[in-house]
């Protein structure tokens, strides 16, 4: 009789239980890792707010939009209750749809957010870019 190939034993048994147990600890240490941050980007994205106020934050566009909020320099209690009960067009988020925790985490997603490039970084915004780009527009000379 022929002796058991170790090599087969592990292909036959070790290797699957090691690539399941592997995992099993990248699941958990995913979770573990979530942040109030991911949280808040979930829930960002699930109630909606990216609808008027856009994916990052960055304020939207259109009929229904909202400002930058975007590292919002209020403080996290004016956060929440700005929530509780919005100035004007937006609608309110109670208890029922959002708890303090949930807006804590949807602070935490916001304050997360690359700051924006200073205007005078960017090229496109500088006279000379304006220039061409009028220069352009107006066509070649007659
Ligand atoms: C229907 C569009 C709409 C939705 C959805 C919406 N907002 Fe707003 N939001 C606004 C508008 C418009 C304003 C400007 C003030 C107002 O009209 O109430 C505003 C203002 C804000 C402000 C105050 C900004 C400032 O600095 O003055 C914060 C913070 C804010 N929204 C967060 C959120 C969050 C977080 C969500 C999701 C839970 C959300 N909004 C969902 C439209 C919306």
Redesign the pocket.
Known sequence: MKARDPARGLAAYGAPHFIALTALTVVSLAQAAESSSDRGKA??DK???????GYS?QG?TGP??????AR???PQEA?IA??RR??????P?GPA??TDQQ?AD??AF?QSRPQPKPAAEISLLKGDALLKGAALLKGPAP
């Open positions: 829930l960002f109630v909606g707010c990216w609808e008027c106020h934050g939207g229904m939009s909202g400002p930058r909020i919002t320099r209020l956060f700005l929530l919005p100035i004007s067009m937006m609608p988020y749809l959002l807006i949807l602070y916001l």
